[in-house]
Nanobody, 114 residues
Framework: QVQLVESGGGLVQPGGSLKLSCTPS????????MRWYRQAPGKERELVAT???????NYEDSLKGRFTIYRDIAENTMYLQMTNLKPEDTAVYYC????????WGQGTQVTVSS
């Protein structure tokens, strides 16, 4: 059973930064793609960013320039660097991976508040 272990969430003030991490229980190269999703209270889960097996990245349009998805091969970890955070970024952030089926992390809470 593949596991995706997330960390890095927390409380941050508006304008601050956070870095989320997602470490799978097998090689990140074994997945076709990995993604970050988020779900705010009372809203549907939305796609934040994608990184493919070849390293190509895509972002939700409104997040371009503030969020960066990347991976550290040596650490076998995918990251989401978030900068200039806003209260509307408050959500539970989920790591996702795909290879023949969907895999989800447990979610990590990000709260942006003064």
């Amino acid at each position: 059973q593949v596991q995706l272990v997330e960390s890095g969430g927390g409380l941050v003030q508006p304008g601050g930064s956070l870095k989320l991490s997602c470490t799978p229980s097998r090689s990140i190269f074994s997945f076709n793609a990995m993604r970050w999703y988020r779900q705010a209270p009372g809203k549907e889960r939305e796609l934040v960013a994608t990184i493919t097996n070849s390293g190509n990245t895509n972002y939700e349009d409104s997040l371009k320039g503030r969020f960066t998805i990347y991976r550290d091969i040596a650490e076998n970890t995918m990251y989401l660097q978030m900068t200039n955070l806003k209260p509307e970024d408050t959500a539970v952030y989920y790591c996702y991976a795909y290879h023949s089926r969907d895999y989800w992390g447990q979610g990590t809470q990000v709260t942006v508040s003064s």
